[in-house]
Every structure is written in structure tokens, then in C-alpha cells.
């Protein structure tokens, strides 16, 4: 299946997909990922949390790393990451959705739109052999990690924007 959204196919029995490492490592070190597969085989930051540990109810600190659970589910944790104010999230670059308009468009920092798209990872670490289907957009909640995004060096469109360049933490 290669058509939108195909890394999150039901028929794939799997809905546990790591971000491509040379991702996180250009993004550098990050305290906290409240979505982490149970089994991963690199590290995404210093404390993790599963779907175990349901880490929409748990206390966040520092700065996040986000690549949530795709579909309804995602617009729960971009409110939870914008109102923490420091982090970045990963998500499908569907600008137009109402997720988008009420959790990005109007509460983050700045955008990386990623050139082409990712072929992310399975738990196993092994790279997925099609693409995500979709093109995906880095998101900065706070000044600090806009920066971050801007000067980065993924290949990408990186676009400032002025909603909450002061936003500060939880």
C-alpha cells in the first residue's frame, strides 16, 4: 500500500513508527518524548513515556520531541505540546485541517516543510521500504526551538511565524 497515510495502514499490523534518525540527530538532544514506542532501538530523548504510561496524563518538562500517534488522536497532543510551549512535533503537512488552524497555524513558532517524504522506521529499526505517503512538516513551539528548526540543515522551506514567538513552558 502506497497511497496517504500508508505507514499507518491497519492492514500493517503496526502503529509504532520511529522517526528516521539523521531527523532527531539534526534536531539535536531533546528531555522529553511522551509518545515512545514500548521497543525502540535508538533513543528519541533523556525520559520517555508508552502508550503505557499515557503520556497525555503525565507531568511534561524540558523540551519534547513529538511524533504522535497519526489521525483524530494527533490534535490531543499538538494542544498538549502548544500549551508546554517547548518542543517539536512531527506530523503529515496537511495544512488545511482544522487541527492544523487550531494547533499549529495559531500557536506555533515556525514550520520545517521537509523536502520529499520520510521513510520512517519500523521498531526494529530497519527503514520502512515506502515512504510515509504524505509530506511531513517539523513544527517549533517556542523561540528557542524555532531557531533550532531554522538553522538545522534539513532540507526543507522553513517559514517563521509570528503566533506565540514568546510562548513560554508549562
Same mark, same amino acid.
Given at each position: 500500500?502506497? +497511497? &496517504?497515510?500508508?505507514?499507518?495502514?491497519?492492514r500493517m499490523k503496526n502503529d509504532?513508527? *520511529?522517526t528516521p534518525p539523521h531527523v532527531l540527530k539534526a534536531l539535536g538532544a531533546f528531555d522529553l518524548d511522551p509518545c515512545a514506542?514500548?521497543?525502540r532501538p535508538?533513543?528519541?530523548?533523556?525520559?520517555?513515556?508508552?502508550?503505557?504510561?499515557? +503520556? *497525555?496524563?503525565?507531568?511534561?518538562s524540558g523540551r519534547v520531541w513529538l511524533n504522535?500517534?497519526?489521525?483524530?488522536?494527533?490534535?490531543?497532543?499538538?494542544?498538549?505540546?502548544?500549551?508546554?510551549?517547548? +518542543?517539536v512535533p512531527l506530523i503529515f503537512a496537511r495544512t488545511e485541517t482544522e487541527m492544523f488552524f487550531e494547533h499549529v497555524w495559531c500557536k506555533a513558532s515556525a514550520l520545517l516543510f521537509l523536502k520529499g517524504r520520510l521513510h520512517f522506521h519500523f521498531v526494529d529499526g530497519t527503514r520502512a521500504p515506502a515512504n510515509g505517503g504524505a509530506p511531513?512538516?517539523? &513544527?517549533?513551539? +517556542?523561540?528557542?526551538?524555532?531557531? &533550532? *528548526?531554522?538553522?538545522?540543515?534539513l532540507p526543507g522551506a522553513y517559514v517563521p511565524l509570528a503566533?506565540?514567538?514568546t510562548q513560554g513552558g508549562e
Amino acid at each position: 500500500m502506497n +497511497g &496517504i497515510g500508508s505507514h499507518q495502514s491497519p492492514r500493517m499490523k503496526n502503529d509504532e513508527w *520511529l522517526t528516521p534518525p539523521h531527523v532527531l540527530k539534526a534536531l539535536g538532544a531533546f528531555d522529553l518524548d511522551p509518545c515512545a514506542p514500548i521497543k525502540r532501538p535508538w533513543e528519541m530523548a533523556a525520559q520517555h513515556y508508552t502508550a503505557q504510561d499515557n +503520556g *497525555l496524563q503525565q507531568p511534561w518538562s524540558g523540551r519534547v520531541w513529538l511524533n504522535p500517534p497519526y489521525g483524530a488522536e494527533a490534535a490531543k497532543w499538538l494542544a498538549r505540546l502548544a500549551a508546554h510551549g517547548a +518542543g517539536v512535533p512531527l506530523i503529515f503537512a496537511r495544512t488545511e485541517t482544522e487541527m492544523f488552524f487550531e494547533h499549529v497555524w495559531c500557536k506555533a513558532s515556525a514550520l520545517l516543510f521537509l523536502k520529499g517524504r520520510l521513510h520512517f522506521h519500523f521498531v526494529d529499526g530497519t527503514r520502512a521500504p515506502a515512504n510515509g505517503g504524505a509530506p511531513s512538516v517539523l &513544527i517549533a513551539y +517556542g523561540a528557542a526551538d524555532a531557531e &533550532i *528548526l531554522k538553522s538545522c540543515g534539513l532540507p526543507g522551506a522553513y517559514v517563521p511565524l509570528a503566533a506565540q514567538q514568546t510562548q513560554g513552558g508549562e
